[in-house]
């Protein structure tokens, strides 16, 4: 009768980790990270009043990140914040030599507004890249999108919303489980 409720406990303690540790394998695999939203009140918390020039997250090493690039008086900052803890891996800063060089973003369509025509014009698309490109007169929305074998490349003008360039091409499909693991790609937005 002791064998018996021995192996009933063993048992019992057998299955009880065994769901632990199965818990903690899907736990691990589907990591909550940060939205944008948050890494922005992160980054901005670490520089109050401060205006995030550029903003972009990276899945690079398979290291998740948002990176920004910020100005402040005449101070430019650089902050990466981990999107799975929320902690600042990175923080630099430098004085401004020219705030000539700071531009505004007056009258420009919203991310997420230039997100949705890329999407539009490919419906069920991944997007891997996004910026706002302000190195010329006209500033631009300028995305990477792929659908199974096919990788989009999409210029939106970034007053009117009008696409100025669409291209497409086949691409070789790697490892699916690496594809799912990237399902951010890289996402750069200069605000």
């Known amino acids: 009768?002791?064998?018996n409720k021995a192996i009933i406990i063993a048992l019992g303690l057998v299955v009880i980790c065994g769901v632990?540790?199965?818990y903690s394998l899907v736990k691990d695999d589907?990591?909550?990270?940060?939205?944008?939203?948050q890494a922005k009140?992160?980054?901005l918390e670490k520089v109050p009043d401060g205006k995030i020039l550029e903003f972009s997250y990276d899945n690079e090493n398979n290291s998740p990140k948002y990176e920004s690039?910020?100005?402040?008086?005449?101070?430019?900052?650089?902050v990466d914040v981990d999107a799975e803890t929320g902690k600042i891996i990175n923080f630099e800063q430098e004085v401004l030599k020219d705030q000539n060089n700071v531009k505004t973003s007056d009258k420009l369509i919203s991310e997420d507004k230039a997100m949705d025509i890329m999407i539009n014009k490919v419906p069920k698309a991944t997007v891997q890249k996004f910026n706002l490109d302000k190195d010329g007169k006209n500033d631009e929305y300028e995305g990477v999108l792929t659908k199974a074998d096919t990788k989009y490349?999409?210029?939106v003008d970034a007053k009117t919303g009008d696409i100025k360039e669409f291209s497409h091409e086949q691409i070789k499909v790697k490892d699916t489980k690496a594809a799912k693991d990237n399902q951010y790609g890289d996402?750069?937005?200069n605000d």
């Open 20 to 22: 632990g540790v199965s």
């Open 41 to 43: 009140n992160i980054i």
């Open 69 to 78: 690039e910020i100005v402040k008086d005449t101070m430019k900052y650089q």
């Open 187 to 189: 996402i750069e937005i």
């Open 1 to 3: 009768m002791k064998i």
């Open 153 to 155: 490349e999409i210029t």
């Open 30 to 37: 589907k990591a909550e990270y940060l939205t944008k939203d």
